[in-house]
Every structure is written in C-alpha cells, then in structure tokens.
C-alpha cells in the first residue's frame, strides 16, 4: 500500500535551517505531485509547497516564499523541503502528502491530496 514516511525534523534556534525528506513506497512516485502542509497547535493544517510530478512547478504559500525551497529526486523516491532562516511561527508538525492521481497539477488545497504521512515536528525556538 502507499506509505509516507517524514523525517529530519527537530529542534532549531530562530534564523537556523532544517531540511525534511519525505520517502514514498508502494506507488511510482515519478507519476504524483507532492505536497508539504503543517499544523500548528490549535490551528488549522495549512498548506506550505508543492511540487509537480516532474518538478517544474512549485507553488508555495506566501509565508515561506524565499525561505524554504521544496524538491524531488524521483530516482530516491523523495521529496524534501529545505526550510532556512527559521522563525518561532514555522514551528509545527510537517506533513506530507500525495496527488490524488498520476500528473496533477498541485494546488494548495489540503482536499486536494490523497494520502499522508506520519509528520515530523519541527521546533524553532526564539
């Protein structure tokens, strides 16, 4: 079946950088968008980037724009988010998620994906 697996979260100090992988199995990733979202305590699952099945368009939302940067490596099986000059706010569980079928276009939509991850947390301390 299809698994998600995050990894690489962690506790970091307020301008530091952490990077998330995400490894997929039992789909042919190469095939699926994926996306990362994240949840805060008491909020609300929000949506952070995305990439398309072949990496040529990444939306992000609007609070992380220049500051993280998502890609894949399709021979891997992954994608991951490179998350730099990290802010107390960017603390939360990062989730990530599939397409709902092959070569979707991402959108940040949380509806919109199919299956997810554990998550991984990520502490940014001030």
């Known amino acids: 079946q299809v698994h998600l697996v995050e990894s690489g979260g962690g506790l970091v100090q307020a301008g530091g950088s952490l990077r998330l992988s995400c490894a997929g199995s039992?789909?042919?990733?190469?095939?699926?968008?994926m996306g990362w979202f994240r949840q805060a305590p008491g909020k609300e699952r929000e949506f952070v980037a995305a990439v398309s099945w072949d990496g040529g368009y990444t939306p992000y939302a609007d609070s992380v724009k220049g500051r993280f940067t998502i890609s894949r490596d399709n021979a891997e099986n992954s994608v991951y988010l490179q998350m730099n000059s990290l802010k107390p706010e960017d603390t939360a569980v990062y989730y990530c998620?599939?397409?709902?079928?092959?070569?979707?276009?991402?959108?940040?939509?949380?509806?919109?994906?199919?299956?997810w991850g554990q998550g991984t947390q990520v502490t940014v301390s001030s």
């Open positions: 039992g789909f042919t990733f190469s095939n699926y968008a």
């Open positions: 998620a599939t397409g709902p079928y092959r070569n979707w276009t991402p959108s940040p939509v949380r509806s919109g994906y199919d299956v």
